[in-house]
């Protein structure tokens, strides 16, 4: 009879009490509810994609909208109408469509129902597709016109395409030139606005006929119009894909989401996140190091162990055992346990056999095209087996007592079936990997970047924070350091807005070469040690995004914020916020900071309320941490709270009087010092583990 591991049933019912809490969150919440969805209609007709992955609203739209704060609900118009619940969460209806010459006979009389409910907002990008078609697809310019002018624009089918005879004239080159100038595929056509409520982005002129303008990007408390060239130079997969648009400034006005706070998976208490995962591949391949000791023990050794920081790892159940109930655990079983051991790396798996083609079924002929080991014994291959049958061999046969693998990163095509992914948050786990991406000079655009997470079937894939050595040609012969050129994508996606975590992607065979392990360990030290970062484990940002996609809610009250269902994600960011955080008023926060124009609001619950303020009392709070912070008590002149780090720590309290005398207290031990000019002081320990920590006015 299997073993019963009550840690393990907490860990299965943990998902299940969350998403109880967050339902039940809601009713006792006050204020207005916030919509933070959006429902994006595509036409696969005009965008023909193989995967979900490559449809035009999750590989450009979904990543800015993210960053807003806002979850997009996908919905292809050749399956029918979306279902109603889409639509009455939705903040907005985005239609992404594309030039087309197939009619949708449902879609105008839908959307006409959808205008008339309020507050709900209209976003069009690039082509009109269906809606300027007929039901026997013929141009139908009447209906199109009617459709738009309920947000005071104009539209007729006079297009011009002379890029010398067209002028031009915009808002803001930074806000409509953004990565590449539109202007050398003008074209003159399109809507026209004429109400004043409207803004307007870009003016086209016709040089002999100057009185006839085109106004092809406009926002207005309706929505917006976004139309091409001027939105995004599509390209392809070889670094020629830009964003003429901006898309941040464009869907946070054409949203309305002028100081509405954004749930910020990637930041904790103030700091972008870091984490180094390890995918699996290659642990048992023997390393030119270490007068050739097994790569995973090059990486244990030279790494885990070298560096003060959290790990998350995998393991291949096929690289340690040829039997999935094996009597006696192998050498590599061992050396696996003894990585297992180190308190800071966190048990993964990357499978049993290691698929590449997560959504194809296995066939024993087939076995070396679609994994990367042939069957075991005593298994039985399935996608559901390789996530429940890896954690158990894991759990069972190379962690200790209280530890369990609750982490899976997904090997090749990382495409797994929402069934798949269903099973790994059965099992009370979270997922990692797939939408891996370069931002640098070969991928010159945050185009690039891919969005938080893939929502399929109701499941969240969270997708990795930036490339693996893959991404890298040279990688495995010529150039064994090109994997240091990562570093390019990591400061990107942090510089000026913060986009994903400072993500080490790493596998095994980083550690068979020299070469390939310096570059690994120079952008670990850089920015797991060197930056201002707040090293994780991957599950913690697993955690963050599964909570923001899912269970986030927010509610606007009369001087504020409230929010609720948070779970794991305890960052809110607020564009343009002038005001301060009262923190005599405010329950359940940590602290705040600035970072340019944005807030950063440090959450210490999954949920309480924000007061904002002009210039509130000072009061004693976080400024930032670099790891885990709780149970919080901010009073007049004193903060307290639980600190919980598998790493030097550093934790910057503000809000005290300048100059002013202080004590320190860590466990019960003081010591003296003092407020800066500012009110601020900075504590900092190499300890690890979790201590309580007091910064008082005597």
Same mark, same amino acid.
């Given at each position: 009879?299997?073993?019963?591991?009550? #840690?393990?049933?907490?860990?299965?019912?943990?998902?299940?009490?969350?998403? +109880?809490?967050?339902?039940?969150?809601?009713?006792?919440?006050?204020?207005?509810?916030?919509?933070?969805?959006?429902?994006?209609?595509?036409?696969?007709?005009?965008?023909?994609?193989?995967?979900?992955?490559?449809?035009?609203?999750?590989?450009?739209?979904?990543?800015?909208?993210?960053?807003?704060?806002?979850?997009?609900?996908?919905?292809?118009?050749?399956?029918?109408?979306?279902?109603?619940? $889409?639509?009455?969460?939705?903040?907005?209806?985005?239609?992404?469509?594309?030039?087309?010459?197939?009619?949708?006979?449902?879609? /105008?009389?839908?959307?006409?129902?959808?205008?008339?409910?309020?507050?709900?907002?209209?976003?069009?990008?690039?082509?009109? *597709?269906? $809606?300027?078609?007929? &039901?026997?697809?013929? /141009?139908?310019?009447?209906?199109?016109?009617?459709?738009?002018?309920?947000?005071g624009l104009r539209y007729d089918d006079y297009h011009r395409e002379d890029t010398l005879g067209i002028e031009v004239e915009w808002i803001d080159d930074a806000l409509c030139a953004? #990565?590449?100038?539109?202007?050398?595929?003008?074209?003159?056509?399109?809507?026209? !606005?004429?109400?004043?409520?409207?803004?307007?982005?870009?003016?086209?002129?016709?040089?002999?006929?100057?009185?006839?303008?085109?106004?092809?990007?406009?926002?207005?408390?309706?929505?917006?119009?976004?139309?091409?060239?001027?939105?995004?130079?599509?390209?392809?997969?070889?670094?020629?894909?830009?964003?003429? +648009?901006?898309?941040?400034?464009?869907?946070?006005?054409?949203?309305?989401?002028?100081?509405?706070?954004?749930?910020?998976?990637?930041?904790?208490?103030?700091?972008?996140?870091?984490?180094?995962?390890?995918?699996?591949?290659?642990?048992?391949?023997? !390393?030119? =190091?270490?007068?050739?000791?097994?790569?995973?023990?090059?990486?244990?050794?030279?790494?885990?162990?070298?560096?003060?920081?959290?790990?998350?790892?995998?393991?291949?159940?096929?690289?340690?055992? @040829?039997?999935?109930?094996?009597?006696?655990?192998?050498?590599?079983?061992?050396?696996?346990?003894?990585?297992? &051991?180190?308190?800071?790396?966190?048990?993964?798996?990357?499978?049993?056999?290691?698929?590449?083609?997560?959504?194809?079924?296995?066939?024993?002929?087939?076995?070396?095209? $679609?994994?990367?080991?042939?069957?075991?014994?005593?298994?039985?291959? &399935?996608?559901?087996?390789?996530?429940?049958?890896?954690? /158990?061999?894991?759990?069972?046969?190379?962690?200790?007592?209280?530890?369990?693998?609750?982490? =899976?990163?997904? !090997?090749?095509?990382? =495409?797994?079936?929402?069934?798949?992914?269903?099973?790994?948050?059965?099992?009370?786990?979270?997922?990692?990997?797939?939408?891996?991406?370069?931002?640098?000079?070969?991928?010159?655009?945050?185009?690039?970047? &891919?969005?938080?997470?893939?929502?399929?079937? *109701?499941?969240?894939?969270?997708?990795?924070?930036?490339?693996?050595?893959?991404?890298?040609?040279?990688?495995?012969?010529?150039?064994?350091?090109?994997?240091?050129?990562?570093?390019?994508?990591?400061?990107?996606?942090?510089?000026?807005?913060?986009? @994903?975590?400072?993500?080490?992607? $790493?596998?095994?065979?980083?550690?068979?070469?020299?070469?390939?392990?310096?570059?690994?360990?120079?952008?670990? /030290?850089?920015?797991?040690?060197?930056?201002?970062?707040?090293?994780?484990?991957?599950?913690?940002?697993?955690?963050?995004?599964?909570?923001?996609?899912?269970?986030?809610?927010?509610?606007?009250?009369?001087?504020?914020?409230?929010?609720?269902?948070?779970?794991?994600?305890?960052?809110?960011?607020?564009?343009?916020?002038?005001? !301060?955080?009262?923190?005599?008023?405010?329950?359940?926060?940590?602290?705040?900071?600035?970072?340019?124009?944005?807030?950063?609001?440090?959450?210490?619950?999954?949920?309480?309320?924000?007061?904002?303020?002009?210039?509130?009392?000072?009061?004693?709070?976080?400024? #930032?941490?670099?790891?885990?912070?709780?149970?919080?008590?901010?009073?007049?002149?004193?903060?307290? +709270?639980?600190?919980?780090?598998?790493?030097?720590?550093?934790?910057?309290?503000?809000?005290?009087?300048?100059?002013?005398?202080?004590?320190?207290?860590?466990?019960?031990?003081?010591?003296?010092?003092?407020?800066?000019?500012?009110?601020?002081?900075?504590? #900092?320990?190499?300890?690890?583990?979790?201590?309580?920590?007091?910064?008082?006015?005597?």
């Amino acid at each position: 009879m299997e073993k019963v591991h009550p #840690e393990r049933a907490i860990l299965v019912l943990a998902p299940l009490l969350i998403v +109880l809490a967050s339902l039940a969150a809601p009713a006792a919440a006050a204020g207005t509810p916030e919509k933070m969805r959006v429902l994006a209609l595509m036409d696969s007709d005009a965008h023909p994609w193989t995967h979900d992955i490559r449809d035009p609203v999750h590989s450009f739209v979904e990543m800015p909208l993210n960053y807003l704060g806002i979850v997009v609900d996908r919905h292809d118009i050749r399956t029918g109408p979306p279902p109603e619940g $889409l639509v009455e969460n939705a903040r907005a209806v985005v239609l992404l469509f594309g030039a087309t010459k197939k009619p949708c006979d449902w879609l /105008r009389p839908w959307l006409t129902k959808q205008a008339g409910r309020p507050g709900l907002r209209f976003v069009h990008i690039e082509d009109f *597709g269906p $809606l300027a078609l007929g &039901s026997d697809g013929t /141009r139908d310019m009447e209906s199109l016109a009617g459709w738009l002018s309920r947000f005071g624009l104009r539209y007729d089918d006079y297009h011009r395409e002379d890029t010398l005879g067209i002028e031009v004239e915009w808002i803001d080159d930074a806000l409509c030139a953004y #990565e590449a100038d539109p202007r050398f595929a003008a074209t003159h056509a399109g809507t026209w !606005s004429e109400d004043d409520g409207n803004r307007v982005w870009v003016t086209t002129r016709m040089s002999r006929d100057v009185d006839r303008p085109r106004h092809p990007v406009v926002t207005g408390p309706w929505g917006g119009v976004a139309q091409a060239p001027w939105t995004i130079q599509w390209g392809n997969d070889q670094g020629d894909r830009r964003w003429h +648009l901006d898309p941040f400034a464009f869907f946070r006005e054409a949203l309305g989401l002028e100081r509405v706070p954004a749930p910020h998976p990637a930041v904790l208490n103030g700091r972008r996140m870091f984490f180094c995962h390890v995918d699996g591949d290659a642990f048992e391949s023997t !390393s030119t =190091m270490d007068g050739g000791a097994l790569a995973g023990k090059v990486l244990l050794d030279r790494v885990i162990d070298e560096f003060p920081l959290p790990f998350t790892v995998s393991v291949i159940i096929a690289s340690l055992t @040829k039997d999935l109930d094996v009597e006696e655990p192998t050498d590599r079983m061992l050396l696996a346990r003894d990585l297992f &051991s180190r308190k800071n790396v966190e048990p993964a798996s990357h499978a049993v056999l290691h698929p590449f083609v997560w959504q194809k079924r296995y066939a024993p002929k087939g076995a070396r095209r $679609l994994a990367a080991f042939r069957s075991i014994l005593n298994y039985d291959p &399935s996608p559901a087996g390789e996530v429940r049958e890896s954690f /158990r061999f894991i759990n069972e046969r190379l962690l200790s007592e209280g530890r369990y693998c609750r982490v =899976m990163l997904w !090997s090749g095509d990382t =495409m797994p079936s929402g069934a798949t992914v269903a099973e790994v948050a059965r099992l009370g786990g979270w997922n990692l990997n797939g939408g891996t991406f370069r931002w640098d000079d070969a991928n010159d655009s945050v185009g690039y970047v &891919s969005p938080w997470a893939r929502l399929v079937d *109701g499941s969240v894939q969270v997708y990795a924070g930036a490339g693996n050595e893959n991404e890298y040609d040279g990688f495995w012969d010529s150039v064994p350091t090109a994997y240091g050129h990562a570093d390019t994508t990591i400061a990107r996606t942090g510089r000026g807005r913060i986009l @994903k975590p400072a993500n080490v992607y $790493l596998h095994f065979y980083s550690a068979e070469r020299p070469g390939r392990l310096d570059a690994a360990k120079r952008l670990i /030290r850089k920015w797991g040690l060197e930056q201002s970062t707040a090293p994780v484990f991957a599950s913690d940002y697993c955690k963050a995004v599964h909570a923001a996609v899912t269970t986030a809610r927010l509610f606007r009250t009369a001087d504020g914020w409230r929010w609720a269902g948070f779970g794991g994600c305890r960052t809110l960011r607020i564009d343009g916020e002038t005001r !301060s955080v009262d923190f005599a008023k405010s329950s359940r926060v940590l602290g705040a900071g600035r970072r340019g124009d944005s807030l950063f609001i440090h959450l210490g619950a999954p949920d309480g309320t924000i007061v904002l303020a002009d210039a509130p009392a000072p009061r004693p709070h976080v400024l #930032e941490a670099n790891h885990v912070l709780f149970d919080a008590d901010l009073g007049e002149t004193r903060v307290s +709270l639980f600190s919980e780090a598998l790493c030097p720590r550093v934790i910057r309290f503000a809000g005290f009087p300048p100059n002013s005398p202080l004590v320190v207290s860590v466990d019960g031990r003081e010591r003296n010092t003092r407020a800066d000019a500012e009110g601020k002081v900075r504590f #900092e320990t190499t300890k690890t583990g979790r201590i309580r920590v007091e910064v008082r006015v005597p």
